[in-house]
């Protein structure tokens, strides 16, 4: 089963993008007290900290390469431990790091190097990229234009409990 991205097994990251990428002073990665999935979070803070409360490694994946965490045809050869085992992540910016606003528009970069570097620093995975004709569906606005409204998150760059709680509602 060829993909877009052989993602967790094939991470690769360049000399150049690691150079940008976030980093952190004190990265502690452990196995998750809890693995109940509802539990689950992540949070990125606006001084740069990464946190993670039961996070497996395909939630890392996802948001730091913008792939579905689900098992997916545009990734493959997976270890089953990438969907199952937990961990909890507490990443501490450098001192160096400036102060990061929701409303920057380098905050989603920034975000995931930050992902990508927790992945390559504490996981070694690496990414391959190769193109791959595959089936897709057109997601379009209906008539009368779009129904979303602005997010009034202020307090956090990225937080899956907001994104969740939102999605369930």
Known sequence: MLLITRAAV??????SAFAQAQSFATM???AARSVDPQSSRVRVLPNGDLIGTSVNAITLISYGYGIPANPSER????PPWVYSERYDIEA??????????PSGGSS???VRDMFREVLADRFRLVMRTENKTVPVYALVVARGGPKLKQSNLSNCIFDTAQVAAIASS
């Not at 094939?10 to 000399?15: K, Q």
């Not at 990734?75 to 997976?78: N, V, Y």
């Not at 501490?92 to 606003?101: E, G, L, N």
């Open 10 to 15: 094939c991470l690769l990251v360049t000399a």
């Open 28 to 30: 502690d990665v452990k």
């Open 75 to 78: 990734i493959s050869a997976l």
């Open 92 to 101: 501490k910016a450098a001192s160096s790091v400036k102060q990061m606003s």
């Open 108 to 110: 989603p970069k920034l």
